[in-house]
């Protein structure tokens, strides 16, 4: 991975539904962790769902907040991941970002060392 680039933000109603994408710049993405992870003004980076290949099969985590209503997963012929969000709510505004690691798989930003820059996300009546 040498670069990732966050696609799919917007603007929506609650209830709403948005695609996010992130396009990796290598052909192997199946060899690393790939992560979402959003922030608000004044909150913390955190972790919204991760994927990973381990064996034949792809492994998904999700923060209780968003399980059931999103859901991750990588092409990995076209060396792409994405984030569908469904039952999109105001809590869910913020920047997203795409992440990458080759060793760790979890919610701690400071374990992932490949970032995109953002896109925005905004939930609203």
């Known amino acids: 991975v040498q670069a990732l680039v966050e696609s799919g933000g917007g603007s929506v109603q609650p209830g709403g539904s948005l695609t996010l994408a992130c396009q990796g710049s290598?052909?192997?993405?199946?060899?690393?962790?790939m992560a979402w992870f959003r922030q608000s003004p004044g909150k913390e980076r955190e972790g919204v769902a991760n994927v990973e290949k381990l064996e034949e099969n792809s492994v998904t985590n999700y923060i209780p907040s968003v399980k059931g209503r999103f859901t991750i997963w990588k092409d990995y012929d076209k060396d792409m991941m994405y984030l569908r969000m469904n039952n999109l709510k105001p809590e869910d505004t913020g920047t997203y970002y795409c992440?990458?690691?080759?060793?760790?798989?979890?919610?701690?930003?400071?374990?992932?060392?490949?970032w995109g820059r953002g896109t925005q996300v905004t939930v609203s009546s």
């Open positions: 290598d052909d192997d993405l199946e060899l690393y962790c």
């Open positions: 992440a990458a690691d080759r060793y760790d798989c979890n919610f701690e930003a400071r374990d992932y060392v490949y």
